[in-house]
């Protein structure tokens, strides 16, 4: 029994040391490999503390301060639209012609009354001033006179009307007829040849180029901070470019916007890249915003969008950790200003973030601070 242990152990005990020694080499090579790890070069800055007041954002919409839809006030086919979408026009510049021989119609007979009734104007004209003279010699009578007169007097009316008569028909030309309103570009035609035009139906939209707008909508609990004259921050969503603006219009009444209140804020050297249609952040600089006793003021802890991480519904951020390695951070994030975000937990003002990095991020990966 007891050779038969002795012989147990012998051959254990070799099996364990090797066991050991195998493991112990497996974790210095393990080490090895994670030390000779190159690191990344990142770029880190901190965190941006607002102290200088409040602000407060809105989305919006570029627009042109000069926008019409075209429309007609008679019915009529359509025979020729002149203009194509995307098209400079000018001031006056034909748009659209709606078939108009009822009108050709109209004005022929409107001038044959006018023929008629200068005809009858000029005999009782003739008449009136004749029976005038003999009235003063005493060679006709004052019943003379007044029927005379009163033929003049219908006969001129009958003038007037038919000349009136033939403006209103000139007037409807311009219906069959539309011409731009103001210099601008074309955005939208809603008819082709062919088309029945019906009064108050859009033909042609049309933007004026030479200013831009943005509309936006302000709640209720900013709206009384913002003023007329007051200068902002414009962010264009799309190409990231930021612009300067003044607020021009501030509503007074949200009865038909739902609750939010209708801001206008003229854009100063918006430029090319800036088209009518984008969407954009409009950043209102409040200095002195009045607060509610349930809130006290505190420091905005703002980053960069660019520096932040999205997996799904998370957003993070890489810090530094001990050792310069690489930190992801899960954050709670609150409203764009810009280019930047406000952090509303998750980070604080005197931590440091990685901004940049010559390759890619990961939990534990070091890095080295440029």
């Not at 090895?32 to 770029?43: F, L, Q």
């Not at 003229?266 to 890249?273: I, P, Q, R, T, V």
């Not at 709670?332 to 890619?360: C, D, P």
């Amino acid at each position: 029994m007891s050779i038969k242990i002795i012989m147990m152990k012998k051959i254990y005990l070799p099996l364990i040391a090797l066991s050991i020694t195998l493991f112990i080499s497996c974790g210095k090579d393990k080490k090895e490999v994670i030390n000779n790890e190159p690191a990344i070069a990142v770029k880190v800055s901190g965190t941006t503390a607002d102290n200088n007041g409040e602000f407060v954002t809105a989305s919006g919409k570029v627009e042109a301060e000069n926008s019409a839809n075209v429309s007609t006030r008679m019915m009529g086919y359509v025979t020729k639209v002149n203009v194509k979408v995307g098209q400079k026009v000018s001031a006056g510049q034909l748009l659209v012609s709606i078939n108009n021989s009822d009108l050709q119609a109209k004005k022929a007979q409107v001038d044959a009354s006018i023929l008629s009734a200068t005809a009858g104007y000029t005999n009782a004209k003739k008449d009136f001033d004749r029976f005038t003279i003999l009235f003063n010699q005493q060679s006709a009578s004052q019943k003379e006179l007044d029927d005379i007169t009163s033929r003049y007097e219908m006969a001129k009316a009958g003038l007037e009307g038919a000349k009136q008569m033939r403006n209103e028909v000139l007037a409807q030309f311009s219906y069959s007829n539309i011409t731009a309103p103001f210099s601008g570009e074309v955005t939208n035609t809603y008819i082709k040849e062919g088309d029945m035009a019906n009064p108050g139906m859009p033909l042609v939209s049309i933007e004026g180029a030479s200013q831009l707008q943005v509309t936006a909508m302000v709640s209720e609990s900013d709206i009384t901070s913002i003023k007329n004259g007051m200068d902002v921050k414009v962010l264009i969503k799309s190409t990231n470019q930021e612009v300067t603006g003044k607020v021009v219009e501030v509503s007074g009444s949200a009865k038909n916007t739902g609750g939010q209140y209708l801001v206008k804020v003229n854009l100063n050297n918006a430029g090319s890249k800036v088209l009518s249609g984008m969407f954009v952040n409009v950043q209102f600089p409040i200095a002195n915003k009045p607060q509610t006793t349930a809130t006290t003021k505190s420091d905005k802890v703002l980053v960069p969008e660019s520096a932040l991480v999205h997996q799904g519904q998370l957003t993070g951020i890489y810090t530094i950790g001990t050792g310069n390695v690489a930190i992801l951070r899960w954050l709670r994030i609150g409203k764009t200003f810009g280019n930047q975000v406000e952090v509303l937990s998750g980070l604080s003002s005197n931590e440091q973030y990685i901004v940049s990095a010559e390759g890619k991020l990961y939990n534990g990966v070091k890095v080295s601070i440029n």
